[in-house]
């Protein structure tokens, strides 16, 4: 009976110590510098993007977010932001791009640069009564989504 014992704890200590020893790290990403070559009046574009995405990745990634020296980086850059109007159209157009860079350290040939255009159409009211917050964290929250896909369908 004592020798059962033995065994089992020595079995289950060996899977434990094996586990721990040769599992797959857990896959880490960092969310690096994002800068602004656009001036939207009283906001920043990039800080709404970083913090749409922390909050994006933290409730459904598998990966651990961390601040420095992680498995992925991703960084980026807001370069243009036009707001037109077509005549005889309720709508605005509010167009935003951004250049978004990606580097996975362990697996550099998973690297890709890529240019986005993030365009929304607002009506009349919504200028006139939301402030530019709202219809920037709109804007934010649809890059992050396509962010996510692309960077969680490619890794």
């Known amino acids: 009976m004592v020798c059962k014992q033995i ?4 079995i289950t200590s060996f899977i434990v110590f094996y586990d721990h020893v040769y ?3 857990e896959k ?3 969310l690096g510098n994002f800068s602004e070559e656009i001036n939207i009046p009283g906001m920043s574009i990039s800080f709404e993007l970083k913090k749409n995405l922390e909050d994006y990745i933290l409730l459904h990634n598998p990966l651990s977010l961390v601040l420095k ?3 992925l980086l991703l960084e980026g850059k807001f370069t243009e932001y036009k707001i037109h109007s077509i005549k005889n159209y309720p709508l605005k157009i509010i167009e935003i791009k951004a ?4 580097k996975d350290k362990s697996n550099p ?3 890709w640069t890529q ?3 993030i365009i929304e159409n607002v009506s009349h009211d919504e200028i006139i ?3 530019n917050y709202h219809i920037i964290n709109q804007v934010t929250k649809n890059l992050v989504m396509k962010l996510y896909n692309i960077i969680f369908n490619n890794w």
Do not use: P, R, V
């Open 129 to 131: 009564f939301l402030d």
């Open 115 to 117: 240019d986005f255009e």
């Open 7 to 10: 065994l089992i704890i020595f």
């Open 109 to 111: 040939e998973k690297n």
């Open 28 to 30: 880490t990403i960092e």
């Open 23 to 25: 599992s797959e790290k």
């Open 99 to 102: 250049k978004i860079f990606c």
């Open 69 to 71: 020296n992680g498995d």
